[in-house]
């Protein structure tokens, strides 16, 4: 059994939402195919972080530290 196969793949359509600023960090995702964009809302406008692709590695952060999604 793989690692995938252990922790479990899950797959997200376009436009789909991962997670939000502030949520807990549950978990952490590797991008195995297409594209993830790392974005926020601040003063009410959409600041994009990031394009994120394949084998990229995000939402760590909250596993190391402890803290809610940042």
Known sequence: ???LEKKGLR???EGDTIFHEGD???SMFIIQSGEVEVS???NKQKVVYAH???GAV???MALID???RS
């Open 66 to 68: 402890g803290h809610p």
């Open 40 to 42: 926020a809302i601040k």
């Open 52 to 54: 994120l692709g394949r």
């Open 1 to 3: 059994m793989n690692f």
């Open 24 to 26: 807990p960090g549950t």
């Open 11 to 13: 797959t997200f359509e």
């Open 58 to 60: 995000f939402g760590e």
